[in-house]
Structure formats: structure tokens, C-alpha cells
């Protein structure tokens, strides 16, 4: 089974976006599972539900960190290459999904009984956040090789 079909099967599960996103990639860079989840628990549906940052896209960054980063506080060039590998990742999750904010990507406000109605006619979880945590780890599973 491939990263990409795993994230679904997670996502699918109940976990939300970024906690799904980081599931895949966890045990990789030793990130115990209870963990990461505890961690990424506040980041589903942009934040809180807030409809900023897409879940998926937070994760990535997440992982990014995780794959890239460097212990050392004045590590200057690592930081630097993480801002980097996120530029890169934040670029092709564009050229996917054209935003990376939650609002825009589902086109209403999940807070509101329109907007719910809108989220679950639409069917959103499957035909936009389900694309969304898919698009983050084939980005990733290249970005991070």
C-alpha cells in the first residue's frame, strides 16, 4: 500500500487532516504515534476550525521539520533549508489545489448551518480534504526522499 493510499484509510478513519498527514511519516523520524497525534489534534480544519492554514498543509510543514530541521538552536543554513523544502511543498499544493487556506479550498464557512449544509451536499471531506491530505503526501513522499 503506497503513502498516498494509507493517508486516505487514516483520513477516512476519523483523524483529521494533519493529524493524518503526520501518521504517515511518524515512525520514520521517531515520532512516537501518541504523540504526533496529541500535536497535530488542533490543527484539523485550518486551525480549530478556523478555516485558516489547510490540516494537510500544516502537517507537511510539520514533516518537513521533522525530515529537514536540526536540533541545534543557531543552526542558520538548516532553517534555511526548511524554509526552503516549505516553499517548494507550498508551491506544487498550489499548482494542485490552487490555495492552501481551508476557507478557500472548501468555499464556505464549516461554522455555519449553510455552510455545513454546503460542506456535507458537496460531499467536501471526500471531494476536497480526502484530495487535499492525498496531494500533501505524494508532494512529501517527493519532497522528502
Do not use: P, W
Not at 521517531?30 to 489547510?54: P, S, Y
Not at 538552536?73 to 481551508?102: G, L, M, P, Q
Amino acid at each position: 500500500m503506497t503513502n498516498a493510499e494509507k493517508v486516505i484509510e487514516i483520513f477516512d478513519s476519523g483523524l483529521n487532516c494533519a493529524q493524518a498527514v503526520i501518521s504517515i511519516y511518524a515512525e520514520k523520524f521517531k515520532l512516537d504515534h501518541e504523540v504526533a497525534l496529541k500535536l497535530t489534534c488542533g490543527f484539523g480544519a485550518g486551525m480549530a476550525r478556523m478555516q485558516e492554514m489547510c490540516g494537510a498543509v500544516t502537517g507537511a510543514v510539520m514533516v518537513i521539520g521533522l525530515a529537514v530541521g536540526e536540533q541545534k538552536i543557531d543552526y542558520a543554513d538548516r532553517k534555511e533549508k526548511v524554509y526552503a523544502k516549505i516553499t517548494e511543498f507550498i508551491k506544487h499544493f498550489k499548482e494542485k489545489n490552487k490555495f492552501i487556506k481551508c476557507s478557500e479550498l472548501l468555499k464556505c464557512d464549516i461554522n455555519t448551518e449553510e455552510g455545513k449544509y454546503f460542506f456535507d451536499v458537496n460531499e467536501l471531506h471526500d471531494n476536497v480534504c480526502m484530495k487535499c491530505v492525498k496531494d500533501a503526501v505524494l508532494i512529501l513522499d517527493d519532497l522528502i526522499k
